[in-house]
C-alpha cells in the first residue's frame, strides 16, 4: 500500500482518518492489549461515514432519531472510542482513552453499552452486532409506521468482520433482512482477508457478494481506504430499496509492520514499529495527542447534527401532547399503567374459573389482554406460531407492506431471532418478545447471555419445557435448560403453574426495565393451583406458600414448580389424609426468591420438616433450597430427571422417570 | 399434482415410494402424533437412492464402507424407519414401525442414534444432520488417505429441509464443505416450500441455489417426484470435483388433502383423508400392509449391497495383518496401549520439573505425546489455534491437497465446527477434539447437547476459562459455563489444576467410549501443584486430597477446581500457620466424584470441618459438595462469581471479585 499516495490524494481526510489510527495504536500500546489492526484498517470508512453521512450529535448520544452505528467485529473497540473521543461525547474524555481495557473505564476490551452512551450494543461475540442491527433497522420500521416519518427516520450502520460474517448467526440476520427489504440497513464488510489464524482462505471461499445477493441485498465493492469511493457507495446505500453491503476492500493494520498479516489482528505494541508506522502516517505528535487542528475538524463533525436534533424537537413538539407523551414513554420503556389492572383482572377471571390449559395457552391469554394495551410489544416466534401461542389476534404480521404489524415471522432462526429481539429492545420503543421451543434455548444461547448482560428487558417464551411434551423425543425435550438460565447472572426464569401465576410471570417480566425474562412453559394441560384470587403478584416474591399443613403439625415441605406443582398438591393430599402434615411451597422464579429478605425466606422454608423438591429437570440449582441455604437445615430429597428423556406419550414419561405423586409421597416417607 | 400420471409413468418405482407413504400415515395414525409430510414428499428421492446408489447392506448395518444416509430434517423420521424396516434391518420388524414414538421403540419421535443400527445420527434438533454430515465426509477423506481408496471409499447423502438450510448452522457447514472440496458430500434439498407457519415464503426469500454455489458447491435442480431425474441427478452428482446439491422440488403431504400446506407438515390422522390419500396412490392393502411383491422388492435393494461388502471384505483381508488391526482398532475407537505409558511420563516429568504454565499450555503438552501415538485424533479450533493450543507439531492441516492433515482450520464457526466432530466420531476411526474460548460453549451448545445425547466421546477443548483471561473483558469471561455443562447429562467437565492434571483429565476424555468431555483450561499461568508423581489417575476419581491437615485437627476443608487451586494451597498455608488445620481437595470433575462410591467421597469430604468451595464461576452446582450431599453436614462458604465479569488486567479481576488466598482464609475464619 502506497501510504504517501494515500497521505497526499486527501490530507484532510486522511490526517483525521489517522488519528483514529494513532489513538488505536497509543491505547492498545498502554494497556499492552487489545486489537490494533482493524481500527487502524476501517479508519477511512468510518472518517467518511461520520464526517459526511452518520445523523449524530456528540451532545446528546441518546437523541432518538440518531442513526445507530454497530460495530459487530467488536474486538476492533478502539476505532468506536476514539469516534467518540474525537467528535467529543462526553463519556469519552482523553483520560478514558488512556484507561483503555483497565478496570472501571469506559473503554472495556470490547464495547458494552451498559458502560457508556455512544455504544450502542455490547459486541465481541462475533455475529451478534450485525444481528442486532436487524433488530435496530426492524424496530426503526415498526415505530416510523407508528409515530410518523417527522419524528423516526434514520438507518443503522454496522462494520462487520470475516469473523462476523463466518458465524451461522450472520446468515440468520442476512436473510431475515434480505426478506424484510429492511432499506436503512447498511453493513460495511471490512474485507481485509485475514483472521487470527491466517488468511481468510484457510477456512473460507465464500463468495460474500454472491451470498448476499442471494438473500436479497444490494452489494457494491468498492476500495476501503479511498474516501471518494466511500462517500458515493454510502450515498447511494442509502437510496436502496433493500439492505445494502458495502464490500470494503482493506488491509489491515494499514502502513504498520503488520499490514496484511494476522499479528496485525493483534495487539501492535513494539516501539519501533509503531514509530515507523506513523512516521508513514505523518503523524508527528506525542502518545495520545491529536493536534489542535484535527481535533477541531472531528468535534466540528461531532456538532454537524446539532440543528438537525434542533429540528427533529421542533418536529415533536409540534404532534398532539397525547402522541408525544405516548412516544416518550414508549421511549423510555416504561410499562403502561393499565398493565397491572388486565393482569389483575386476568387473574381474578381465572381463579375462579379455574381453567385447565397449558401455561403455553395461559401465556396467550396474558398476551391477550396485555398486547392491546401495551402498544410497544413486538411478538414472535421461530416457526412454532401455533405452538408458542405468541401471536395475537390485534398484532398484525411485520411486513414490507404492513411495517405497523406487530408480530414477526422469524423463521427457523433461534438465534437470529433472540440477536433481533436485542437489537429491538436497545433501539428502544419496543418490547420485544418471542417463543421457540424450551430445549432450543442452546441455539439462541449466545444472544441470550448478551440480554443479560446487556441489561435489556427481552422476554423469552419458551414452551414444551419438559418430558411433558411426549413423544418428539430427547432431543426436544429441555431436562438441563432451567439450569442453563438459571445460571446465568441477570436473568429471571420463571416457570408458573397455572394462568394466575403465568400472568404474574408475565407482568414482572414486561415491568423489568433491564433484565431478560425466560418463560418456561408446558405444552400439557395443568390444573388451576392458584384458586383464590390476590392482588398482590406472588409470583414477584420467587416463592410462597400455596397449601400449608395445621399449624403446629408441618412435617414435609415440598417444593415445585410450574407443572409440578399440581403433583405436588395431589402428593400433599395423600400426605395429609395419612396424617403427614405437608406444606407446598410454589417457586415460580427462584431469582426472586432468593432477591427477598432472609425473614421472608426463612418464613416460607423454616427448618426442621423435611423437604421434597419436584421439578421435571436436572437437581442443579435446587440444591440451596433443599439442603437448606445455611445448611444443618433439613433433610431433603429431589424428584426430578437425571438423564435426558425419552420419546413417548407425557404421561408414559411422567410414570417412567418416577415423576409422580406417589413417588414424591413415597420420597418424603422415607425421609420422615 | 396428477398422481395418476405419476402412477403410470413409473408403477414398480411408484409402488416402492409408495409403501413408504403408506407406512408413514399408518405409524403416525397409531401414534396420533408426528409427521407425515415429508417422508410422502421425500419417498421418491429416497426410493431412487436407496435403489439405484446408496452402497449399504442390510444384514450387515456397522459395514465401515457403507454409504452414510444423513436424515438431516429429523422430524421426518418415519421416512428412515419405513426404508430401515422395508429393506430388512434387523433393528426395524414390523412391530417397531407399528411402535412409533411409544416408550421402548427404536422408531423414537426423532431418529436417535443409540437406539438402533442403521441411524446413522440423531436428528431433530434442524441444521445439525447437514452438519454432522460435513464430519461424516471429512472423516472419510481423512480415512482414505490414512488405509486407502480400497478400505475407505464411501459417499455421505443428507436430506434436508428448509429449516436446516434457515439455521445459522447450515451456513456455516456449507461454506466448510465447499472450502474443502468434500465432493462426496451430496445433500438433497426437500424443496417443499412449506414450514410450519406458512409457505417458506413468510421469512424467508433466499435463492438457496445461488447461496450454495457461492459456498463453492455444484447445484442441481430436479423436479423430486420424478425418478428418471432423480436418478440422473445422483449420478451426476457422484461425478462432482465439489460438494453437491440437488434441490429437490417437491410436494409436502403428496396426494393427501393437505398436501402443499403448512398442515401437512405435521400428523395427517383423519381417517377419510388417509383412505382418499391411500386411494389415490392405488394402495389397496390394509394398515401396516406391504404387498409382499413389493416388500420382496424392498427387500431385494436391502441385499444389493452384499457382493460389493463381501468384495470389500475380500480386499480388507489382503491388506497386511498389522494395517488391519490398525484399521479395526481405530474403528472400534479403542485407544492405544501406548496411551497410559505417554500419559504417565508426562506425569512424572511434570511433578518432578513443576512447571509453571498456563493450563491450555498443559494441554499442549498433552497432546504433543498423545498426537503421535494415537493416529486417530484430529484436532481443530474456530480461528483460536495458537490461543486453544490445539495443533501439535505432528499433525498437518487437513486440506484439498493433504487429506492426511490431522488438524482443521474450522474458521469463526463454532457450532460447525462441534457439529462436524460430532458427524466424525459417528462415523467411526476419528477421535475429534477442538478448541475455542470456554465462553463460546454458548455458540457450540446445540451440537455439544448432541455429543451428550448420542454417546459421542467429543473432546471440547475451552481455553481461557475464567476472568483470568483479562481485559477481553465480560463477552469473553465465562462464569455460567462449568454449571451449564455441569448440568448436562453424560457429560464429564474438567477443571484441571496443572499438568499433572491436565493430562489426567486427557486420559479419561481420551478413552471414554460414550461421553464427550469439556476440558475447563486458563489463559493464565498456574503453578503445579501435584508435586509428587503417582501412577494412579487421580482426576478419574473426580476428586481427591491434594494437601491434608495434621492427623485430629482438620477444621477446614478447602474445595478448588482448576486455577483457584494454587489459591486454596496459599489460603491453606495461612490457615495451618495460625494453627488451624486446613485439608484441600482437588476437585477436577464433579461427575466423575459423584460416580465415586460414598466411602470414598465421604473420606475426601468428612462431615464436621467447615468448607469453603473455590472457583472463578458462578456457585450453582456446588451446593451439593458445599453444604454436603447428605444434609446438615457442614457449614460452608464459596468463593467465586455471581455476577459477569470485567475488562481489566487478570490480577486486578481477581482481586476485583475477591478471589483471594486471603479472601478465602477471612471467609474460612468466619466459618469456625
Redesign the interface.
Known amino acids: 500500500m502506497d501510504i504517501a499516495a494515500l497521505r497526499s490524494a486527501h490530507p484532510d481526510h486522511w490526517s483525521k482518518a489517522t488519528a483514529i489510527r494513532a489513538l488505536t495504536l497509543d491505547a492498545v500500546a498502554a ?1 499492552n ?2 486489537h490494533s489492526g482493524m481500527p487502524i484498517g476501517m479508519a477511512d470508512v468510518a472518517t467518511v461515514l461520520f464526517e459526511k453521512h452518520l445523523k449524530f450529535d456528540a451532545s446528546a448520544p441518546l437523541w432518538h432519531d440518531r442513526d445507530r452505528f454497530i460495530l459487530s467485529a ?1 474486538h476492533g473497540s478502539m476505532l468506536l472510542y476514539s469516534l467518540l473521543h474525537l467528535t467529543g461525547y462526553e463519556d469519552f474524555p482523553l483520560d478514558e482513552v488512556k484507561n483503555f ?5 469506559k473503554t ?3 464495547p ?1 453499552n451498559f458502560l457508556a452512551h455512544g455504544i450502542e450494543t ?5 455475529g451478534q452486532g450485525i444481528s442486532n442491527a436487524v433488530g435496530f433497522a426492524m424496530a426503526e420500521e415498526m415505530l416510523r409506521a407508528r409515530f410518523g416519518k417527522k419524528i423516526v427516520d434514520h438507518h443503522t450502520y454496522v462494520i462487520a468482520g ?2 462476523c460474517l ?7 440476520a442476512i ?2 433482512a ?2 424484510h427489504e429492511l432499506s436503512k440497513l447498511i453493513v460495511f464488510w471490512d474485507n481485509n482477508n485475514i ?4 488468511t481468510v482462505d ?7 457478494v ?2 448476499f ?4 441485498w444490494d452489494v457494491q465493492e468498492i476500495d476501503g481506504h479511498d474516501p471518494v469511493a466511500i462517500d458515493a457507495a454510502i450515498a447511494k446505500a442509502k437510496k436502496g430499496k433493500r439492505p445494502q453491503m458495502i464490500a470494503c476492500k482493506t488491509h489491515i493494520a494499514l502502513g504498520h509492520a503488520a499490514q496484511d498479516t494476522s499479528k496485525g489482528h493483534g495487539a501492535l505494541t513494539d516501539p519501533d514499529q509503531m514509530a515507523a508506522a506513523k512516521d508513514a502516517y505523518g503523524w508527528t505528535t506525542g502518545p495520545f495527542e491529536v493536534p489542535s487542528d484535527v481535533k477541531s475538524a472531528w468535534e466540528e463533525i461531532g456538532r454537524r447534527g446539532t440543528e438537525e436534533r434542533f429540528a427533529w424537537e421542533g418536529r415533536l413538539a409540534e404532534i398532539s401532547d397525547r402522541k408525544r407523551a405516548e412516544f416518550e414513554r414508549t421511549m423510555s420503556g416504561e410499562a403502561p399503567k393499565k398493565l397491572s389492572s388486565v393482569i389483575r383482572a386476568l387473574k381474578k377471571q381465572a381463579s375462579e374459573n379455574e381453567p385447565k390449559v397449558a401455561t403455553r395457552k395461559a401465556s396467550e391469554m396474558v398476551l391477550e389482554v396485555v398486547n392491546p394495551v401495551m402498544p410497544e410489544t413486538v411478538g414472535g ?1 421461530a ?5 408458542n401461542n405468541t401471536k395475537t389476534g390485534d398484532m398484525g404480521v411485520f411486513d414490507v407492506d404492513s411495517r405497523d404489524g406487530r408480530f414477526v ?5 433461534e ?2 431471532m433472540a440477536a433481533a429481539m436485542n437489537g429491538m429492545a436497545l433501539h428502544g420503543g419496543i418490547r420485544p418478545y418471542s417463543g421457540t421451543f424450551m ?2 434455548t ?2 439462541a ?2 444472544a441470550m ?2 440480554s ?2 446487556m441489561q435489556q428487558p427481552v422476554v423469552y417464551v419458551m414452551t414444551h419445557d419438559s418430558i411433558g411434551l ?7 425435550q429441555p ?2 435448560h432451567l ?2 438460565s ?5 436473568t429471571l426464569v420463571f416457570r408458573p403453574a397455572d394462568v394466575v401465576e403465568t400472568a404474574e410471570a408475565w407482568e414482572v417480566a414486561l415491568t423489568q426495565p433491564g433484565t431478560p425474562s425466560v418463560l418456561s412453559l408446558t405444552r400439557q394441560n395443568v390444573p388451576t393451583v392458584r384458586k383464590e384470587h390476590k392482588t398482590k403478584n406472588l409470583a414477584a416474591q420467587g416463592a410462597y406458600v400455596l397449601a400449608d399443613a395445621e399449624a403446629g403439625k408441618r412435617q414435609v415441605i415440598l417444593i415445585a414448580t410450574g407443572s409440578e406443582v399440581s403433583l405436588a398438591m395431589e402428593a400433599r393430599a395423600t400426605l395429609e389424609a395419612e396424617g403427614i402434615g405437608t406444606r407446598v411451597v410454589s417457586m415460580p422464579c427462584m431469582e426472586l426468591f432468593a432477591d427477598q429478605p432472609e425473614s421472608y425466606r426463612k418464613r416460607v422454608l423454616p427448618a426442621g420438616p423435611v423437604r421434597v423438591g419436584v421439578e421435571a429437570s ?1 437437581r ?2 435446587w ?2 433450597w ?3 441455604e ?7 430429597d429431589f424428584v426430578g430427571m ?3 428423556g ?4 407425557a404421561e ?2 411422567y410414570d ?1 422417570f418416577g415423576i409422580t405423586a406417589d413417588n414424591i409421597v413415597a420420597k418424603a416417607k422415607a425421609l420422615l
Chains 1, 2 share one sequence.
Open positions: 494497556a492489549s487489545g467488536g481495557r483497565q478496570l472501571g473505564a472495556a476490551g470490547h458494552e455490547t459486541t465481541g461475540p462475533l470475516d469473523g463466518m458465524e451461522g448467526v450472520s446468515q440468520e436473510s431475515l434480505g426478506r483472521t487470527i489464524d491466517g484457510l477456512a473460507d471461499r465464500t463468495d460474500q454472491a451470498r445477493k442471494a438473500s436479497g416466534s416457526d412454532l406460531t401455533g405452538s415471522h422469524y423463521g427457523i432462526r438465534h437470529g430445549c432450543f442452546d441455539y444461547r449466545p447471555r448478551l443479560a448482560l411426549g413423544e418428539d423425543g430427547p432431543t426436544h431436562v438441563e439450569a442453563i438459571r445460571a446465568t447472572p441477570n436436572v442443579q440449582g440444591d440451596r433443599l439442603l437448606g445455611r445448611g444443618r437445615e433439613a433433610k431433603s437425571s438423564s435426558f425419552a420419546s413417548a406419550p408414559v414419561l417412567h
